[in-house]
């Protein structure tokens, strides 16, 4: 009888060697991508740029949007299923390919009611954790009110070497881009101190969230900050008008600002009327008229470029596919602020233009084909 107990271990005990070795190759293949998949995906957002005027602007496009309206594969007829349309619930549906009744925001802000009856303003990133310093609850941004995983968090379950960098104007459009998984590294510009910064919610620790956090730190640390009255400027002035022929949409062409004395005081947008428009005269601060200018999305485009040009972290060069989410917020802050047709919003995107240029430039030289 010991010796059939001790052959039966025995037979056990190879069953679940060989058992643990075939998991173990199958979580490798699993984590091998297949031959041909692309290295890097960049997922790029322009919030609230319609079709329309895409088209209708097309003659003044030198760069990027030109390359993409040229070369790309361009959907003419795609249509919203769905209600709200704002940035969170727009950014959480392009983030998921799910519609704000399932990924659970369903605007920017929303009311919930609370025990005693009352009803409280919840903003859609709002997420409570518990302050380091005075270790009570807080209130700051994260992705607990998204209900779905995203494109970036299936990623990280097939792949779990993968990266996910998700960097935006606005803290709505990097996080839900980018996701739940606290692996992901996800900054977004705030206008009180003229940095990128991050969540609670994210793991700065984690391998890739590491070195992302690194290159954030030089950034701020060097170009942001205190650093952009002088590399920005304080003027936004209005790019030179090209050469445009009976194409171009007469309404981006013959716009007449309207002067300041025919203004109530309460109707003036953040940085003023005409050109050129000081933005340190901005009501809330020179970062808050940032924050409405076409410099936002500049300032979003060279921390992109600096992740992909960071050899520590090399962005699309390891076996494994990794994702870049570039939400930009320009044109929209700009076209709520001056109206959809305005000449600051042709500005925006004519500047918009140029930097998406600078990112396929930089994507053409720094990828490795998969």
């Given at each position: 009888?010991?010796?059939?107990?001790?052959?039966?271990?025995?037979?056990?005990?190879?069953?679940?060697?060989?058992?643990?070795?075939?998991?173990?190759?199958?979580?490798?293949?699993?984590?091998?991508?297949?031959?041909?998949?692309?290295?890097?995906?960049?997922?790029?957002?322009?919030?609230?740029?319609?079709?329309?005027?895409?088209?209708?602007?097309?003659?003044?496009?030198?760069?990027?949007?030109?390359?993409?309206?040229?070369?790309?594969?361009?959907?003419?007829?795609?249509?919203?299923?769905?209600?709200?349309?704002?940035?969170?619930?727009?950014?959480?549906?392009?983030?998921?390919?799910?519609?704000?009744?399932?990924?659970?925001?369903?605007?920017?802000?929303?009311?919930?009611?609370?025990?005693?009856?009352?009803?409280?303003?919840?903003?859609?990133?709002?997420?409570?954790?518990?302050?380091?310093?005075?270790?009570?609850?807080?209130?700051?941004?994260?992705?607990?009110?998204?209900?779905?995983?995203?494109?970036?968090?299936?990623?990280?379950?097939?792949?779990?070497?993968?990266?996910?960098?998700?960097?935006?104007?606005?803290?709505?459009?990097?996080?839900?881009?980018?996701?739940?998984?606290?692996?992901?590294?996800?900054?977004?510009?705030?206008?009180?101190?003229?940095?990128?910064?991050?969540s609670p919610a994210y793991d700065a620790g984690s391998p890739g969230g590491a070195v992302v956090a690194k290159i954030v730190e030089r950034y701020n640390r060097t170009r942001a900050g205190g650093h952009l009255p002088r590399r920005v400027g304080l003027a936004w002035r209005k790019m030179a008008d090209p050469a445009c022929g009976a194409s171009?949409?007469?309404?981006?062409?013959?716009?007449?600002?309207?002067?300041?004395?025919?203004?109530?005081?309460?109707?003036?947008?953040?940085?003023?009327?005409?050109?050129?428009?000081?933005?340190?005269?901005?009501?809330?601060?020179?970062?808050?008229?940032?924050?409405?200018?076409?410099?936002?999305?500049?300032?979003?485009?060279?921390?992109?470029?600096?992740?992909?040009?960071?050899?520590?972290?090399?962005?699309?060069?390891?076996?494994?596919?990794?994702?870049?989410?570039?939400?930009?917020?320009?044109?929209?802050?700009?076209?709520?602020?001056?109206?959809?047709?305005?000449?600051?919003?042709?500005?925006?995107?004519?500047?918009?233009?140029?930097?998406?240029?600078?990112?396929?430039?930089?994507?053409?030289?720094?990828?490795?084909?998969?």
């Open positions: 009888m010991k010796k059939l107990r001790a052959s039966t271990l025995a037979l056990g005990v190879s069953l679940l060697v060989s058992f643990l070795a075939l998991a173990q190759a199958a979580r490798r293949e699993a984590a091998t991508p297949p031959r041909g998949t692309p290295r890097l995906s960049v997922l790029v957002s322009v919030d609230g740029l319609q079709m329309k005027r895409l088209l209708d602007y097309r003659p003044y496009f030198v760069a990027g949007l030109k390359r993409l309206l040229d070369e790309a594969h361009v959907e003419r007829n795609a249509h919203y299923e769905h209600l709200n349309t704002e940035t969170g619930p727009g950014h959480a549906s392009l983030g998921t390919g799910a519609p704000p009744r399932v990924t659970g925001i369903v605007a920017n802000r929303w009311f919930e009611p609370r025990a005693d009856g009352s009803l409280r303003t919840v903003y859609c990133t709002d997420q409570e954790f518990t302050d380091p310093e005075t270790r009570k609850p807080a209130w700051r941004p994260g992705p607990a009110n998204l209900r779905v995983p995203t494109l970036g968090d299936r990623l990280l379950e097939r792949y779990p070497d993968a990266r996910v960098v998700s960097l935006s104007g606005k803290d709505r459009g990097a996080i839900f881009m980018a996701g739940r998984d606290p692996a992901h590294a996800v900054y977004w510009w705030d206008q009180v101190t003229g940095r990128f910064v991050s171009a949409p007469a309404s981006a062409i013959s716009v007449r600002p309207v002067p300041e004395q025919e203004m109530r005081p309460y109707q003036l947008p953040v940085n003023g009327l005409g050109w050129d428009k000081d933005l340190s005269l901005a009501t809330n601060g020179y970062f808050h008229g940032l924050y409405y200018s076409p410099f936002i999305d500049e300032l979003t485009i060279d921390l992109a470029l600096d992740v992909l040009s960071s050899k520590d972290l090399e962005l699309g060069h390891e076996e494994q596919p990794d994702l870049l989410c570039l939400s930009l917020s320009g044109q929209d802050t700009v076209s709520h602020a001056y109206g959809a047709e305005s000449e600051e919003t042709l500005d925006v995107l004519r500047r918009l233009d140029v930097q998406l240029g600078r990112l396929f430039e930089a994507l053409d030289r720094g990828v490795p084909a998969g």
